[in-house]
């Protein structure tokens, strides 16, 4: 039924590949702002792939993702400000602070269905968004400085920029896999029925609560992986990592990329935040010789009314996202 | 009189000024068929929506096999051995016909939290779930998307996924809503033959099935019991001859309620 070469997983393949062949193209060129880009581009990718995790497979859409992300980097940013560098310290706290985070909303949000549980998850990254900005000593509002970076003795160096993306790309990988065994996995099955018909489910004996706190204790504590990555590659953390358009932010990658599949977050996230960047820049470039250098510039400052349109075209036409779209074509 | 599996004892529910349930009393013992009938909004749906534990009752007790089953939830139920299927389909659309009834299957083979084996290539889940999906008589559709399904393969489905977690009674939720009169009579010897293993509590509009089928019959109206007992005294029942019958034989007999709405 399905063989190995289609289109579909051609693009996938080579979108991975160009992936791992960024450093080598920074190193070529000394364009480092790419490899930076890219950097935040699998970090974030990560916490895409995490949201979907419970979104397109469980049919939980929560709306406080990017609370993760905070909250996994104000566990680096806050041990580093004490004076607690050792990674080995600070990641697997992040990770434990994520999912008891993650226990906790799950816990009480779980009880709500539709956009009542929309709204209560999104009240709760709001909370730790709040109190991230009461944390004076952390920089409150404007956030702080991280001046070391996680320290993993001789395994690893961080500081390195190459290193540190291989071992970013690595970790997207890494998770995209065990996604894509969890989903295939009895649980998964029994996260898959109660997105699809949580009453029937529970008719034939699954305790449906249960399977789903834990899938969103698990998306929780991966998206915290990427919050203390995220934190390391800016060396900086601030309340806005989690602001609520952050977290719609998530929510656009996935369903850009098409939330039926692992992968579909990734090519979302690649194509929404590349699109973020070149968008301006085409703009602006086609648009000044037609109305002069300094408006172009103005008009390019509202890129978004470009992505706007794109993003309704492939929520309209393409239900299945870029990658609905790649299988379609296969098919078609 | 064999022991009883199932005991409800006052069982009572309202919806604002609506009485839904009103002090329903009722014994069934193992290896009975037992009907529910009624007329439309007489509770029959609402009192196996209370026995699946789906709906908290205001008043009463419900035990199965001894035990008090009054506080347990849905869940819980159906790992005892309490199996319903709904009148309304209630299926998983997007997945095939096997995998539907895998579920089913996963659902009694222990807990669920296994995160590595992919699931769609355990035997152990799958084989079962043919074999159920065979006595359904759907073994030719097992990869076929539930969505494609015709509206009387659902009705099967409904009930291989019932068995499929291999239950000691079942609910009945009128299984042949909306059926014709082939698809009915071929439902009429599935049940036929289940009756010999399971006990069943039938709800079903369809009066020749329920008088071909039931060893007794319950009939509520507004909720609450006017009759029960053997197909023949309810026949010959003043009050539901009144309350329900009436309507029927002066339809020469013939089920003028069939894939009538809901009840």
Same mark, same amino acid.
Do not use: C
């Given at each position: 039924?399905?063989?190995?070469?289609? #289109?579909?997983?051609?693009?996938?393949? !080579? =979108?991975?590949? %160009?992936? &791992? @062949? *960024?450093?080598?193209?920074?190193? $070529?060129?000394?364009?480092?702002?790419l490899m930076s880009l890219f950097t935040r581009i699998v970090i974030l990718a990560m916490a895409a792939v995490s949201l979907n995790l419970i979104m397109g497979f469980g049919g939980m859409v929560s709306f406080g993702h990017a609370a993760y992300l905070g909250i996994g980097g104000y566990v680096i940013g806050i041990l580093a400000k004490e004076?607690?560098?050792?990674?080995? #310290?600070?990641?697997?706290?992040?990770? !434990? =602070?994520?999912? %008891?985070? &993650? @226990? *906790?909303?799950?816990?009480?949000? $779980?009880?709500?269905?539709?956009?009542?549980?929309?709204?209560?998850?999104?009240?709760?990254?709001?909370?730790?968004?709040?109190?991230?900005?009461?944390?004076?000593?952390?920089?409150?509002?404007?956030?702080?400085?991280?001046?070391?970076?996680?320290?993993?003795?001789?395994?690893?160096?961080?500081s390195n920029k190459t290193t540190f993306y291989y071992l970013c790309l690595f970790l997207l990988l890494a998770t995209t896999y065990l996604v894509w065994h969890i989903v295939n996995s009895r649980f998964g099955m029994a996260i898959q029925g109660s997105r699809s018909n949580d009453r029937r489910m529970r008719a034939i004996g699954f305790p449906t609560y249960r399977y789903k706190l834990v899938c969103f204790v698990i998306a929780g504590t991966l998206c915290g992986l990427a919050g203390a990555l995220l934190a390391n590659h800016t060396d900086f953390i601030s309340p806005a990592t989690m602001h609520w358009t952050r977290s719609g932010d998530?929510?656009?990658?996935?369903?850009?990329?098409?939330?039926?599949?692992?992968?579909?977050?990734?090519?979302?996230?690649?194509?929404?935040?590349?699109?973020?960047?070149?968008?301006?820049?085409?703009?602006?470039?086609?648009?000044?010789?037609?109305?002069?250098?300094?408006?172009?510039?103005?008009?390019?400052?509202?890129?978004?009314?470009?992505?706007?349109?794109?993003?309704?075209?492939?929520?309209?036409?393409?239900?299945?996202?870029?990658?609905?779209?790649?299988?379609?074509?296969?098919?078609? | 009189?064999?022991?009883?599996?199932?005991?409800?004892?006052?069982?009572?529910?309202?919806?604002?000024?609506?009485?839904?349930?009103?002090?329903?009393?009722?014994?069934?013992?193992?290896?009975?068929?037992?009907?529910?009938?009624?007329?439309?909004?007489?509770?029959?749906?609402?009192?196996?929506?209370?026995?699946?534990?789906?709906?908290?009752?205001?008043?009463?007790?419900?035990?199965?096999?001894?035990?008090?089953?009054?506080?347990?939830?849905?869940?819980?139920?159906?790992?005892?051995?309490?199996?319903?299927?709904?009148?309304?389909?209630?299926?998983?659309?997007?997945?095939?016909?096997?995998?539907?009834?895998?579920?089913?299957?996963?659902?009694?083979?222990?807990?669920?939290?296994?995160?590595?084996?992919?699931?769609?290539?355990?035997?152990?889940?799958?084989?079962?779930?043919?074999?159920?999906?065979?006595?359904?008589?759907?073994?030719?559709?097992?990869?076929?998307?539930?969505?494609?399904?015709?509206?009387?393969?659902?009705?099967?489905?409904?009930?291989?996924?019932?068995?499929?977690?291999?239950?000691?009674?079942?609910?009945?939720?009128?299984?042949?809503?909306?059926?014709?009169?082939?698809?009915?009579?071929?439902?009429?010897?599935?049940?036929?033959?289940?009756?010999?293993?399971?006990?069943?509590?039938?709800?079903?509009?369809?009066?020749?099935?329920?008088?071909?089928?039931?060893?007794?019959?319950?009939?509520?109206?507004?909720?609450?019991?006017?009759?029960?007992?053997?197909?023949?005294?309810?026949?010959?029942?003043?009050?539901?001859?009144?309350?329900?019958?009436?309507?029927?034989?002066?339809?020469?007999?013939?089920?003028?309620?069939?894939?009538?709405?809901?009840?």
């Open positions: 039924m399905s063989t190995l070469f289609t #289109l579909r997983n051609a693009f996938v393949a !080579a =979108v991975v590949v %160009l992936l &791992a @062949l *960024v450093p080598v193209y920074a190193a $070529l060129t000394g364009n480092y702002f004076g607690v560098n050792s990674g080995f #310290l600070q990641w697997p706290l992040a990770l !434990a =602070v994520s999912a %008891l985070f &993650a @226990l *906790v909303v799950g816990a009480l949000s $779980l009880r709500t269905r539709g956009v009542y549980f929309i709204m209560i998850t999104l009240a709760f990254a709001q909370m730790v968004y709040y109190v991230a900005i009461g944390l004076d000593r952390y920089g409150g509002d404007d956030g702080m400085t991280i001046y070391k970076r996680s320290q993993f003795g001789d395994l690893i160096n961080l998530l929510i656009v990658m996935a369903v850009l990329g098409g939330m039926g599949t692992v992968l579909g977050p990734v090519l979302g996230a690649v194509a929404l935040l590349s699109f973020e960047e070149a968008l301006p820049v085409l703009i602006r470039t086609s648009a000044s010789p037609l109305i002069g250098g300094d408006a172009a510039a103005k008009v390019a400052e509202y890129w978004q009314i470009v992505l706007g349109p794109l993003f309704l075209a492939v929520v309209l036409f393409a239900r299945g996202g870029i990658d609905g779209l790649l299988a379609g074509i296969r098919r078609g | 009189m064999a022991e009883a599996l199932l005991q409800v004892e006052g069982l009572s529910k309202r919806f604002g000024g609506v009485v839904a349930s009103d002090g329903v009393t009722l014994e069934i013992p193992k290896g009975e068929l037992h009907a529910i009938i009624g007329p439309n909004g007489a509770g029959k749906t609402t009192l196996i929506t209370q026995l699946a534990g789906e709906l908290e009752s205001d008043a009463g007790r419900v035990r199965f096999e001894e035990r008090d089953i009054t506080a347990l939830p849905t869940w819980r139920r159906s790992q005892l051995g309490l199996a319903r299927s709904f009148q309304i389909t209630s299926l998983f659309l997007d997945f095939t016909a096997l995998d539907n009834v895998a579920l089913a299957v996963q659902a009694h083979a222990g807990h669920s939290f296994h995160f590595w084996r992919g699931a769609r290539g355990e035997p152990a889940l799958r084989e079962p779930a043919r074999a159920a999906l065979d006595r359904a008589g759907l073994g030719g559709r097992a990869d076929m998307l539930v969505s494609r399904l015709s509206h009387g393969e659902h009705r099967q489905l409904e009930i291989a996924m019932a068995l499929a977690t291999s239950p000691r009674m079942l609910l009945l939720d009128e299984p042949m809503a909306g059926m014709g009169p082939e698809e009915s009579a071929r439902m009429v010897k599935t049940l036929r033959e289940l009756k010999r293993e399971l006990t069943i509590l039938l709800i079903e509009h369809d009066m020749e099935a329920v008088f071909a089928l039931a060893d007794r019959i319950t009939v509520l109206v507004y909720g609450r019991i006017i009759a029960s007992g053997t197909p023949e005294a309810i026949r010959a029942n003043a009050d539901v001859r009144q309350a329900y019958l009436g309507e029927q034989e002066e339809a020469q007999g013939k089920s003028v309620e069939r894939g009538a709405a809901n009840g």
